[in-house]
């Protein structure tokens, strides 16, 4: 079993930067792929960034890509998501999640957080 907690989440302004943590507890972290997922009111749940066990192999969204970053450091058990040049379409809860597939299918990881609300506005 793996807890995960987020934290980070708030209100930035367009165009601004913000950095999403994600703590792991239980299990040994560097055994699983992390990823964050987000979902938009009224939106579906949708994949953002995936890391693979060591850091060295990333995928991101189209939407994203160029913008966000994804990174770990298992040694404090934590995923990261720096967000830079934020737009109001990046307002949602994000969550992270893990398992041991790197994979954009949100259903295929076992464990999630329970979500930061990042919040866009001037």
């Known amino acids: 079993q793996v807890q995960l907690v987020e934290s980070g989440g708030g209100l930035v302004q367009p165009g601004g930067s913000l950095r999403l943590s994600c703590t792991a507890s239980?299990?040994?972290?560097?055994?699983?792929?992390g990823a964050w997922f987000r979902q938009a009111p009224g939106k579906a749940r949708e994949f953002v960034a995936h890391i693979n066990w060591n850091g060295a192999v990333t995928d991101y969204a189209e939407s994203v890509k160029g913008r966000f970053t994804i990174s770990r450091d298992n040694s404090k058990n934590t995923l990261y998501l720096q967000m830079d040049n934020v737009n109001s379409d990046d307002a949602a809860v994000y969550s992270c999640?893990?398992?041991?597939?790197?994979?954009?299918?949100?259903?295929?990881?076992?464990?999630w957080g329970q979500g930061t609300q990042v919040t866009v506005s001037s």
């Open positions: 999640a893990a398992g041991l597939r790197s994979t954009k299918i949100g259903s295929q990881y076992p464990y």
């Open positions: 239980g299990r040994t972290f560097d055994d699983y792929t």
